[in-house]
T-cell receptor, first 112, second 115 residues
Framework: QKEVEQNSGPLSVPEGAIASLNCTYSDRGSQSFFWYRQYSGKSPELIMF????GDKEDGRFTAQLNKASQYVSLLIRDSQPSDSATYLCAVRKDTGRRALTFGSGTRLQVQP | EPEVTQTPSHQVTQMGQEVILRCVPI?????FYWYRQILGQKVEFLVSFYNNEISEKSEIFDDQFSVERPDGSNFTLKIRSTKLEDSAMYFC?????????????FGSGTRLTVV
């Protein structure tokens, strides 16, 4: 079982729509959860992180965490073509390996 | 906005040669990391560094790899004898503290090509 799983996509949404990106993780010791955006050939860029159950909003982005279900999601409202990228979910544990563990990413395509 | 700076942006080296990848973390950050991403694959953790010593390393980080912070600002990754499979993007990252509520800032990366 992969530590961090994401659907590879592509997820295609029309401009202005809500994009919903999902991530599951296997280790219940995971404490904090990060969403990064990565354009092709570029480095990961932090969008937001969350460590408490529930929702966290930042502008057009909302991260949702459900530790009981071991599930974290990212909603992008009013999607723009510039949001087209690969979205990486990363998880950090509080014990053992504390470095970030990344999923393989979901490719998002926003159609104009 | 403060940045993590990496040099060079692209390095081509012959198999068996030594390479040093350089990073300047954000100035008040205390935790430093190296990750790599083989083309088309996920970002993989190599090593973390805190208080002038390695705090954690992955199975990838074997004896051919080493890190150091030679002058209090630069953070380097050395690969002693490069192999073809070391070809990847190498990302340096830094973090202010080890607390839950701080993100990791990544540098722009060094593309290493081993021929």
């Amino acid at each position: 079982q992969k530590e961090v799983e994401q659907n590879s996509g592509p997820l295609s949404v029309p401009e202005g729509a809500i994009a919903s990106l999902n991530c599951t993780y296997s280790d219940r010791g995971s404490q904090s959860f990060f969403w990064y955006r990565q354009y092709s050939g570029k480095s990961p860029e932090l969008i937001m992180f969350i460590y408490s159950n529930g929702d966290k909003e930042d502008g057009r982005f909302t991260a949702q965490l459900n530790k009981a279900s071991q599930y974290v999601s990212l909603l992008i409202r009013d999607s723009q073509p510039s949001d087209s990228a690969t979205y990486l979910c990363a998880v950090r544990k509080d014990t053992g390996r504390r470095a970030l563990t990344f999923g393989s990413g979901t490719r998002l395509q926003v159609q104009p | 906005e403060p940045e993590v700076t990496q040099t060079p942006s692209h390095q081509v080296t012959q198999m068996g040669q030594e390479v040093i990848l350089r990073c300047v973390p954000i100035s008040n950050h205390l935790y430093f990391y190296w990750y790599r991403q083989i083309l088309g694959q996920k970002v993989e953790f190599l090593v973390s560094f805190y208080n002038n010593e390695i705090s954690e390393k992955s199975e990838i980080f074997d004896d051919q790899f080493s890190v150091e912070r030679p002058d209090g600002s630069n953070f380097t990754l050395k690969i002693r004898s490069t192999k073809l499979e070391d070809s990847a993007m190498y990302f340096c990252a830094s973090r202010f503290t080890g607390d839950l509520n701080y993100g990791y800032t990544f540098g722009s990366g060094t593309r290493l090509t081993v021929v």
